[in-house]
């Protein structure tokens, strides 16, 4: 087990905190609990880890995922596990760059995250590296969301399109944050900024066309509504709760 100092790496990005919750970045408090880096959630063959954080942490973390909510199916669970992180990686890097003009290099090795915490995920990094805001698709979906579905699709039978949908309405929520925030704040500058680069961001391949451009609903479903008591999200793409007969089968993949 290595141990960790973190001091207070950046103190310009304890600006994200007044954002929400799914914008923090911890980067000048010691964690608690136990951790692992990102890069090996994304990359530790799947193991039955019985209890142990260290031995695989996606697995954990979607058994905790589907334990707490009482999924039904793991890939429920997989789909929530995987869109709750891509939330909190588009919240702190579209936030900072919204903000600063730069994000943080989020790299899955210096990243550090404890898959049995609760929500939103809490992430340290090992150190605060600044770059330029041009550079956050490479940070978030090249660096984190294409081997975290990688690890995903692996273990769960969990849809492509359904994980695409996942990211994009990620990436849309944060930006409905930063609009609120801006708005309240009196910071049209930052509502600017985050809709330019949400906008570029949009036309990746792996993000383009998963939101209805005029309305931004999904084009597939999370299957939230799979849960016990789960109804639709708001930018789901049902407009009423699906028979759930066939739980083998993706919503809309």
């Given at each position: 087990m290595v141990l960790l100092l973190f001091v207070d790496l950046d103190p310009d990005l304890s600006a994200l905190d007044s954002l929400g919750g799914f914008f923090v970045l911890r980067t000048a408090v010691s964690p608690q609990g136990a951790q692992a880096t990102l890069e090996k959630a994304y990359t530790t063959p799947r193991t039955d880890p019985d209890g142990d954080v260290y031995a695989d942490p996606m697995t954990f973390r979607v058994r905790k995922v589907a334990q707490s909510l009482r999924a039904p199916e793991d890939r429920v669970a997989a789909s929530i596990a995987h869109q709750a992180l891509a939330a909190r990686l588009w919240s702190i890097a579209l936030g900072s760059a919204a903000l600063f003009g730069r994000v943080p290099d989020?790299?899955?090795?210096?990243?550090?995250?404890?898959?049995?915490?609760?929500?939103p995920d809490d992430l340290w990094p090992a150190e605060v590296r600044m770059l330029p805001a041009a550079a956050i698709g490479d940070v978030?979906?090249?660096?984190?969301?294409?081997?975290?579905?990688?690890?995903?699709?692996?273990?769960?039978?969990?849809?492509?399109?359904?994980?695409?949908?996942?990211?994009?309405?990620?990436?849309?929520?944060?930006?409905?944050?930063?609009?609120?925030?801006?708005?309240?704040?009196?910071?049209?500058?930052?509502?600017?900024?985050?809709?330019?680069?949400?906008?570029g961001l949009f036309t990746h391949p792996e993000l383009a066309g998963t939101l209805d451009p005029t309305t931004l609903r999904r084009r597939s479903c999370c299957l939230y509504y799979r849960l016990p008591g789960g109804g639709l999200c708001g930018d789901c793409c049902f407009d009423r709760r699906p028979p759930t007969r066939n739980p083998g089968a993706d919503a809309r993949p």
């Open positions: 989020l790299d899955p090795r210096l990243l550090h995250w404890n898959p049995d915490a609760g929500a978030v979906q090249e660096g984190h969301l294409a081997p975290l579905a990688a690890a995903l699709r692996s273990r769960y039978r969990v849809s492509a399109g359904l994980l695409r949908g996942n990211s994009g309405s990620a990436l849309a929520g944060a930006l409905r944050q930063l609009d609120r925030w801006a708005s309240a704040n009196r910071r049209a500058d930052v509502a600017d900024r985050a809709h330019e680069i949400a906008a």
